[in-house]
């Protein structure tokens, strides 16, 4: 009896160790290529390493044996992914369609450890918010430009005729040469 306990306490104690997910989050910029990493503790010793992606879950690669296998079903990933004998998984070339979570299994003969990675595919350039504020500075860089102009001419065809202007306040804007 106290053994069937200390075995289904130590199944249940590994299982929550092994069985644990913990989440990873990278962006990458298109064009750009990415990384997952298992830690390399994690995949010391394993039967069998599967990486999938999306919520639909689709296999995308496996290494079993030391033999790896890359999806060429999904067009996505096409000519895109490389898998090395750690586990670790590269995608090339990242498109927007690519953003997603990957989650990674790992199966040992004690169990099992699974990682989550969350990866966002940024576009290229700026946010469309970035790209109208800089339009709105450029903008006003230039009416103040334009705005300076006029008056820097107006006060120079008035210093030509010698005459002074005040403006509220009693300021000068514009100074006659003596």
């Not at 130590?10 to 990415?34: C, I, P």
């Not at 709105?136 to 300076?148: I, P």
């Amino acid at each position: 009896m106290k053994s069937s306990f200390s075995t289904e306490l130590f199944l249940l104690l590994m299982y929550g160790v092994f069985g644990a997910e913990t989440e990873e989050v990278k962006t990458v910029k298109e064009g750009d290529s990415v990384t997952l990493n298992p830690e390399r503790n994690q995949t010391q010793g394993f039967i069998k390493i599967v990486w999938r992606f999306g919520v639909e879950h689709t296999i995308i690669a496996d290494l079993s044996e030391n033999k790896p296998w890359l999806s060429n079903t999904d067009e996505r990933f096409r000519d895109r992914l490389l898998l090395d004998l750690t586990g670790s998984l590269t995608i090339t070339d990242m498109r927007t369609e690519h953003s997603g979570l990957y989650k990674v299994k790992i199966d040992y003969s004690t169990g099992t450890s699974y990682k989550i990675f969350s990866v966002t595919v940024l576009e290229p350039g700026g946010s469309s918010g970035a790209i109208a504020g800089t339009c709105v500075t450029v903008l006003l860089v230039a009416a103040a430009a334009v705005v300076y102009y006029y008056r820097h001419r107006i006060c120079d065809q008035k210093r030509l005729m010698g005459k002074k202007e005040r403006v509220s306040g009693g300021r000068q804007i514009c100074q006659s040469r003596d």
